[in-house]
């Protein structure tokens, strides 16, 4: 690249948890390319004032940002760029610092901003040049702005990317604090009125509402009718009747009613007080959703997105200007004023009351976890189908968390539908022991937010007498169709089960897998339950063994669960910053590791590093264990740095689930019933898998299970996430 190509890069609006890690990723992935990078501070404000605002960066603009919430960067609203001579000072001011290239993380409105600036760029050269501000041939040089805008807000609101930098680590502070809330308000039976952000967009709500088991949910996107309050009042009292301790209502700061009017918060909670008597409480989160240290996901999203926008940058004109965001677990770049537009139309349906039209603006997804949320977060709902059916749900492998609100959507669901959910306790042990029983809906109430499997998992594959004895009890119990929800194991039990049919008709009744497993190998799925839960789990404690180095030089060599599968590794060392991750997928010989200590030891001896960081995949390699590494690290690199070992261990198959895995949990459920459903008024008996893939929920039957896994190493033949292995190389 010519020493004079340069990259501006800028926060905009309000902030968002994951800014930093993209600001991160832009620098690092500018300087490797060879261009320069300027970061412009304060948002637009520093284009108002260069002197302060636009400083040229180096690598270690970049160092120890990653886990940092707000942005390093700065925002700050500013009123001069809703003026001509505001936005040509602007332009002025990157011309300055030839910058012709821009990156800015921000809102719909923030991106607006910058699309502004390109279109008025060449009618501003030219009267700048005119003037003599500017030498004659700037515009020659410089004939055009680059923009590239990535998705920074937590609402979720802007269209053309499945979500935004920030709003994952939203959802996580809204659901610890509503789970918090819960405890209290079960122990003075009160009802809470929680208010979270959305002035446009409802997706917090109704993902909050959908993970916590929340009553009753507003959102823009759907305006209150008439008689709302009514409805409202007596889902809680449905709820109060069948035993629910506490009452859960969920308000987008945004909420209307059909005629355009309002809804606060207090307004809902005088009407609970005053038309059902409820003690009611009103908690409004406010701006803690938008602090802390940002989530794994969003840490990873924003430094895969950041990449990619320095790769668009660098092109030598992009024409419309994009926006990068992320579909089906892809990241895309999608027209900025299109993404801009489709946001306005959103919020003008909201505004107007148009509910079709903005769910249908906002996407499928939201209305389907909206649509979700309206069944199986009720106080009840009894169907009726003409044929009703008993289905056994079942666990096998290791617990993940989520598995319980897999339970919990799965019987809700069935139930809706008509259906008898059957909990088989204890994996496959427990069949063929027959231990089985009926579920009701408050069986399975307050479980959207346990960690563990309450109705018990276990290993067992089912062999020789067991099969027999399995379909015995399928038999005896009149079991009509099998949903398990679990690992490797569980996929091993229902794919031996199907090959078996010939032998024990039992079997020939539909099975359907949900892939519930920490370590995110199992095949047809993009994602396993519980893998973020382990995901977060592990980036926490890294964050927290990272800062113990602050006075020291230290490398710390951390395990990190998933047998010959290195998500966890990949995406944990992603999310932390790991200088090297260790994975089975990729072998290293002793020579690659010596390299490695080497370049250690040159960046510890000359280039400032305090702190190293090394996830290791805990069987990366048979020989060149944790424990051997450590060996290795210390006989090479003494008098360099320390070393120090930490083995996370099972610790990350505790905990409470994250909002992504209950609300993945809730999808995959969905899917699975409704499908199943559909097979069973089929009368066919289809064993298959669900998964969520680049395309969407997807059912594989198992006639394709053996090609898709690799059976040597329990993990899937292609496996998505290894395209994402060269953005860290290219980012340490």
């Known amino acids: 690249m010519a020493d004079k190509l340069r990259i501006g890069i800028m926060s905009s609006g309000g902030d968002a948890p994951g800014m930093n890690a993209a600001v991160r990723a832009i620098i690092k992935s500018t300087l490797r390319a060879g261009a320069e990078i300027y970061g412009i501070y304060d948002g637009y404000m520093g284009l108002q004032h260069p002197e302060r605002g636009i400083v040229k960066l180096d690598s270690s603009a970049a160092r120890g940002i990653l886990s940092l919430g707000g942005t390093v960067l700065g925002t700050a609203r500013c009123k ?25 993380i921000g809102g719909d409105g923030s991106l607006t901003g910058a699309e502004t600036l390109r279109t008025e760029w060449t009618e501003a050269v030219q009267a700048l040049m005119a003037d003599g501000s500017l030498p004659e041939d700037t515009l ?102 069948v035993g629910k301790r506490a009452g859960m209502v969920i308000i987008a700061e945004g909420a209307r009613d059909i005629h355009g009017k ?78 801009v537009e489709d946001t306005h139309r959103a919020q003008k349906a909201c505004t107007d009351g148009d509910e079709a039209a903005a769910f249908r603006t906002r996407g499928e997804h939201l209305r389907r976890a909206y649509d979700l949320f309206k069944v199986v977060n009720s106080a009840g709902v009894h169907g009726a189908t003409p044929n009703p059916k008993r289905v056994g749900i079942i666990h096998c492998g290791a617990p993940a968390p989520g598995m319980n609100m897999a339970v919990r959507t799965v019987s809700r669901l069935l139930i809706a539908k008509g259906h008898e959910p059957i909990a088989i306790h204890g994996g496959f042990d427990g069949l063929i022991n027959a231990k089985l029983d009926s579920l009701n809906w408050m069986d399975v109430s307050g479980w959207a937010s346990l960690g563990g499997a309450e109705i018990g998992t276990a ?52 099975m359907i897998c949900l892939p519930a497993s920490i370590d995110n190998n199992l095949p047809g799925t993009d994602f396993s339950i519980g893998a973020d839960t382990a995901l977060n789990v592990i980036v926490s404690a890294v964050d927290k063994i990272k800062r113990s180095a602050v006075a020291n030089r230290r490398c710390f060599l951390v395990e990190v669960m998933g047998y010959e599968c290195g998500y966890l590794a990949q995406m944990s060392g992603m999310a932390s910053g790991a200088e090297r991750i260790y994975l089975h997928e990729q072998p290293r010989v002793a020579a690659d590791l010596l390299r ?20 290791n995949n805990e069987r990366a390699n048979p020989i060149y264990n944790t424990g051997v590494l450590r060996a290795m690290f210390e006989a090479e690199g003494k008098g360099y740095f320390d070393v120090r070992q930490a083995i996370l261990g099972h610790m990350q198959q505790g905990g409470d689930p994250t909002p992504f895995d209950r609300t993945l949990a809730a999808r995959l459920s969905s899917y699975a019933v409704e499908r199943l459903d559909q097979i069973l008024a089929e009368g066919s008996n289809i064993c298959g898998f669900v998964g969520s893939t680049k395309d969407g929920m997807r ?34």
């Open 80 to 104: 001069e760029m809703m003026t001509k001579e505001g936005r040509r000072r602007a332009i002025h001011s990157l011309l300055t610092y030839e910058i012709d290239r821009l990156v800015c």
């Open 140 to 241: 020659e040089k410089h004939p055009c702005l680059s923009v590239v805008g990535l998705p920074g807000t937590i609402d979720n609101d802007l269209c053309g990317s499945d979500i935004t930098i920030g709003a994952d680590t939203a959802l996580h502070r809204i659901v610890e604090a509503i789970d918090a809330i819960f405890s209290t308000a079960a122990s003075h039976q009160r009802t809470f009125v929680v208010e979270v952000m959305g002035r446009h967009c409802g997706y917090l709500a109704v993902m909050a509402g959908l993970s916590t088991g929340a009553e009753w949910i507003l959102i823009p996107e759907a305006p209150c009718p008439d008689g709302w309050e009514e409805k409202m009042g007596a889902a809680l009292a449905q709820g109060r009747a």
């Open 262 to 339: 309002h809804i606060t918060s207090d307004y809902v909670r005088q009407v609970l007080i005053d038309r059902m008597g409820e003690d009611t409480r009103v908690t409004i989160l406010g701006h803690v959703q938008r602090g802390g240290s940002p989530s794994a996901y969003d840490r990873n999203l924003s430094t895969v997105l950041g990449r990619e926008a320095v790769t668009l940058a660098l092109k030598e004109k992009i024409e419309p200007s994009v926006v990068m965001g992320i579909r089906g677990n892809r990241p895309v770049a999608v027209p900025l004023m299109k993404a």
């Open 459 to 510: 290993h067992t594959v089912p062999s020789g007498p067991e099969l027999y004895m399995a379909a015995r009890a399928l038999e005896d119990h009149k079991i009509d169709a099998l949903i398990m929800i679990g690992g490797w194991s569980g996929y091993s039990a229902i794919n031996c089960l199907y090959q078996e049919r010939r032998d024990y008709p039992a079997f020939k009744v539909p």
């Open 596 to 615: 490695d200590i080497d370049d250690l030891k040159e960046q510890f001896a000359h280039q400032g590093r305090t702190v190293a960081l090394i996830i």
């Open 699 to 732: 059912l594989f039957e198992f006639h394709d299970y053996e090609r898709l896994i690799d059976d040597q190493y329990r993990r899937p033949r292609h496996q998505w996430w290894m395209d994402f292995v060269s953005v860290n190389e290219d980012l340490v």
